[in-house]
């Protein structure tokens, strides 16, 4: 694979994920943050801290966006104009026309755009979408995902829908985008959310989202979302069922002791952890890596990113309005993307 700039835009738990991806795999690394953590960051493994936007983008093959979601559009626009493709952090947007602005920008200049759905490279979430498009469980009628984790107060941003989209946006797109993946284009969407939904969130704040799915095919798909109080474990589950058989999985179903509270010496995690094997978030940029070098499109598209988008911006309308809220299925996609190595 040819060696890779990657200009790395923030330096938050995501992009402690992503960096060290980026290094393992030989690629030169530029971090900029605007809140000034950078230097210290960048020292931690290895990477060359700047002191710009501009800076870290010049001459970039790849940017890699791991900063608050209100920022995604500016900081993309901004990469593709200097044609370097990007990776960027779920969810693309808060809105589906940001999203799809990106995205056809991308697509005007020949570079790639590629959203960070980490989750389909997961090894439980890989294994179902296997089965279920071998037709493991023949005609799939129900599906539920679920997804725990303690509330993000260590940054105040995630608590503002303005910022983050809350909930349903910034933690539920993930399985959004799951369900999509297995079982098709959603067509329409009912949802509801409670709690501790603004900013700025107090230790101990919960919030809670569900949304119900409804899929071209006649799936139908239920999504919930659990932001609680600081000793709360990141824990995910799923529950399949169709004509041929079910399938069950909990991230936490192999722990032989589980200790929640006090006894846990402090806050829970709040980016999953475990025995993965090789790490998703290594295995995700390995594959963007591949493309961006001129390899073959990995299992995750910008087109994908802007239907999860959509997905959620229509569970806030819902939850909201308090009515279900239709989607028109959209067209196949028949992208052109580029061919050729990395110097483009």
Known sequence: MAELE?????AGGIARTHLPAWVALGARVRLYAPDGRAPALAREFGATSVGSLREAIAGSTVVDVCTPTD???EITLAAVAAGAHVLCEKPLALSAAEADEMADAAEAAGVR????????FFPAYARLRDLVARGGLGRVAVARFTRTGRYPTWSGWFADPARSGGILTDQMIHDMDIARWLFGEVVRVHARHQGHLTAPAPEGAVATGTAVLTHAGG?????VGVWGPPATPFRTTFHVSGTGGTVQHDSQAHLDLRITGRATGGPADGIPVGDFGESPYLAQIREFAEAFAGGPEPRVSGRDGVAAVRIAEAAAESARTG???ELTPLAPQTTTVPTGGIDQ
């Not at 990657?6 to 923030?10: E, P, T």
């Not at 799936?219 to 999504?223: A, G, K, L, M, R």
């Open 6 to 10: 990657v200009a790395l835009i923030g």
């Open 71 to 73: 920022t995604h559009r």
């Open 113 to 120: 755009l590629y959203p960070g759905h980490v989750v389909r």
């Open 219 to 223: 799936t139908i798909t239920q999504v």
């Open 323 to 325: 009515r279900t809220v």
